[in-house]
DNA sequence: ATTAATACCTAAATTTCTTAGGTAAAAAAT
DNA sequence: ATTTTTTACCTAAGAAATTTAGGTATTAAT
C-alpha cells in the first residue's frame, strides 16, 4: 500500500477548493474514477496538489448525494472501477464555482496588494 | 447587536487563508484592533469578505499563541480596546503565507484553465 | 428611552480534512 | 514462485477551522 510521505504546504489552502476541483475537472474529462482524479490532479497541479483518498471519497460522495454527480461501476476484469460524471445540476454548480473562486482570487488580490490591484 | 444577513458566497473560500489575511493586514497597517480588522477586510475586499467575530477572535488568539502577534491594551474612555502587532516570527510567517498562497493559485489555475496556463 | 454601533469574547455544533487504517486484484520485481 | 508495488475501492477516529448563536458592556444616535 503507497502512502504519500511529503505533504505539499498548499494542502492546507485547498480545503474549500476541493469540490471546485472535482467539479470542474469532470466538466474537463468526461466521466473519471477515484483513483485517476488522485493522478490526474497531482499531473495537472504539477505536484502541487498531492489528494488523499479520505479527503477524496467522502467529497465524492456528498456530491453524489446532493445530485451533482452520478456513477456507473465497470469491471476490469474482477476489479470494480467507479465512474463518475456530472449531472446538469453538477455542470451549473461546476460554472457557479469556478465564478466564485475567481472573484474570490481577485478579492485576495486587493487584499494582499491594495495599491497595485485597484478595481 | 448587529448580525449579518447576507453572508457572501465567496466565504466559504475563505477557509484556510484566513491567518494569511490577518497576517498580510498586519503587516500593512501595523498595529490593529479586532473590530477593525473585521471592518478593513470588508472594506479592502470591496464588500467580498465578511469576516464574522467568531471566527476571527479565536484566529487571533491563536497568532498570539503562536508567537506570531503581541497585543497591548489601551482604554478609550472606560472601554478597552485590544491591539494587535506582528513580532518578527509574524513578518516572517507573513511572507511565507503570501508565497504560499500565490503558488496555490498558479496551481489552481493550471487545475481550472489547462490550456492557457501552461508553466 | 431605545436602538445602533463600538468593542471584546466564548462555546456548541458543523464541516472538512488528516491520519490511519482495511480489502482485494493485477502487475512488477526479486 | 513469492513478495512487493500499484491499482482500486472504502471507512472511521481525531484534529482543525468555521459557523452559529449567543454574552457583556460602553458610547453615539434617534
Redesign the pocket.
Known amino acids: 500500500?503507497?502512502r504519500y510521505i511529503c505533504?505539499m504546504i498548499t494542502?492546507?489552502l485547498?480545503?474549500?477548493?476541493?469540490?471546485t476541483i472535482l467539479l470542474n475537472l469532470l466538466a474537463e474529462h468526461g466521466r473519471m474514477?477515484?483513483?485517476?482524479?488522485v493522478?490526474k490532479v497531482r499531473e495537472q497541479s504539477n505536484g502541487a496538489f498531492q489528494?488523499?483518498?479520505?479527503?477524496l471519497?467522502?467529497?465524492?460522495?456528498?456530491l453524489e448525494a446532493d445530485g451533482l454527480l452520478v456513477?456507473e461501476k465497470e469491471m476490469?476484469?474482477?476489479?470494480?472501477?467507479?465512474?463518475y460524471r456530472l449531472t446538469p445540476a453538477g455542470s451549473e454548480a461546476k460554472a457557479t464555482k469556478v465564478t466564485e473562486f475567481k472573484a474570490f482570487v481577485q478579492a485576495m488580490q486587493l487584499l494582499l496588494n491594495p495599491k497595485t490591484a485597484a478595481g
Open positions: 500500500m503507497l505533504r494542502n492546507e485547498l480545503k474549500g477548493t476541493l469540490k474514477y477515484g483513483y485517476e482524479i493522478q489528494l488523499t483518498e479520505g479527503a471519497y467522502p467529497a465524492l460522495h456528498k456513477t476490469i476484469g474482477k476489479r470494480a472501477r467507479k465512474y
